[in-house]
Structure formats: structure tokens, C-alpha cells
């Protein structure tokens, strides 16, 4: 089976402007988690959705938001981007009825 | 509540020496901890898991102890390999909001040939 997906790979924004990452969950996966990484605060978690529904929110700004298709892709956004914002933004899918998270190899994104 | 704490920050270990990182936790309704390894330019990948109705739990040279009473956990690696050479991450979640993992801050492992 193919892993997660991630696209794009690497992005170079500037502050203020917004931006969209994209994610496709392991076929049959039906759960898709956002997470940021960055040296100061690790990993933290941005959203879960399931079948089209945000289910859990991590502690991050209005600016942040996704949403999920039917056909389980995910993306995610974030408008009026701040320095702050550069991160390794990675997506994660599940499989039903378990916990185990697989995660993609991420979106590096800078903000200058 | 919701804090993972992890250690060593970094680790140097022999080849074919045993690695450990610990972590520990605060929140009784976490009920899975994963343990992720991650190398540079990849997302990280699951390792092994545990929850906390078994103590141990070993998949080839990893191995988790879990000690519920403590709220503490770790990894073993055995006859660690200059390719084990990553930074782990352990991790923690509870049946609400099962997908919300909380991460620890990372452990950069480096296996000396």
C-alpha cells in the first residue's frame, strides 16, 4: 500500500500571504490528524477529521483551519502567515477502529 | 495535564550497546503510547506501542516497559546499530479525542560505530 502523501514538499510564502498543503490518507484510511513541527515547540497537534468532520482541535489560532473531502484527502490552510509559521507541517491517517497514526513526510514551510 | 516529558535530550551509545529513553506523563486517561523514530527530511514513523494493560511489550531489539503506577514508560533498544541512529519521539492519547497523540520533545539517538 502506498504511505501518506503529502504535496507540496517544500514552500517558501511570504508573511501575510496564506497557503494550502495537501494530504491523501493510505487508501481505506479514513481518519486524517494535522501536526506541526518545529525545533522550539515539537510536535504539536492541529486537527483531526473523520469522514468530512473536524472531530478534535489543537490550541492554535483561528488562522489555522482545514477540512477533509470525501474521498478522505485532507488540506489544510493557513491565512495571513506570520514568521512563526515555518514548520514541518505533517499529516497523519488511521485506520478504523485503531489508534495507530501513519505519518506522511511532511510540508516544510517558510515564511519570510 | 497533557505534558509528555522525555529524556535524555540526546544519547550516544556504542555499537551494539543498549539504548533507553524514559518518558513520563501526567494524564491517568492517557491509555496508548506510541513510540515514533524519525530521521532528517522524514516524517516520523511508528515504532511500537503499548497500552497500559501489559507492562512490556518487544518487537525485534525495541522494547517498551510501562509502569502505570509511576506514569512512566520506555524504550530499550538492543544491539543498537549505527542505522538506529534517529530522533525518537514517544507519545501518549486517551479515548476522548483518541487522535489528539501529545509528543515529548525528542530524544537525537547516535549509535558510534
Known amino acids: 500500500k502506498a504511505g501518506v502523501t503529502q504535496t507540496p514538499r517544500y514552500l517558501i510564502k511570504t508573511r501575510g500571504q496564506q497557503v494550502t498543503l495537501s494530504c491523501s490518507p493510505i487508501s481505506g484510511h479514513r481518519s486524517v490528524s494535522w501536526y506541526q513541527q518545529t525545533p522550539g515547540q515539537g510536535l504539536q497537534f492541529l486537527f483531526e477529521y473523520f469522514s468530512e468532520t473536524q472531530r478534535n482541535k489543537g490550541n492554535f489560532p483561528g488562522r489555522f483551519s482545514g477540512r477533509q473531502f470525501s474521498n478522505s484527502r485532507s488540506e489544510m490552510n493557513v491565512s495571513t502567515l506570520e514568521l512563526g509559521d515555518s514548520a514541518l507541517y505533517l499529516c497523519?491517517?488511521?485506520?478504523?477502529?485503531?489508534?495507530?497514526?501513519?505519518f506522511g513526510p511532511g510540508t516544510r514551510l517558510t515564511v519570510t | 495535564q497533557q505534558q509528555v516529558k522525555q529524556s535524555p535530550q540526546s544519547l550516544i551509545v556504542q555499537k551494539g550497546g543498549i539504548s533507553i529513553i524514559n518518558c513520563a506523563y501526567e494524564n491517568t486517561a492517557f491509555d496508548y503510547f506510541p513510540w515514533y523514530q524519525q530521521f532528517p527530511g522524514k516524517g516520523p514513523a511508528l515504532l511500537i506501542a503499548?497500552?497500559?494493560?501489559?507492562s512490556e511489550k518487544k518487537e525485534g531489539r525495541f522494547t517498551i516497559s510501562f509502569n502505570k503506577s509511576a506514569k512512566q514508560f520506555s524504550l530499550h533498544i538492543m544491539d543498537s546499530q549505527p542505522g538506529d541512529s534517529a530522533t525518537y519521539f514517544c507519545a501518549a492519547s486517551g479515548s476522548q479525542g483518541a487522535q489528539k497523540l501529545v509528543f515529548g520533545q525528542g530524544t537525537r539517538l547516535t549509535i558510534n560505530p
Open positions: 497523519a491517517s488511521r485506520p478504523a477502529g485503531t489508534y495507530e497514526q501513519y
Open positions: 503499548i497500552r497500559p494493560d501489559v
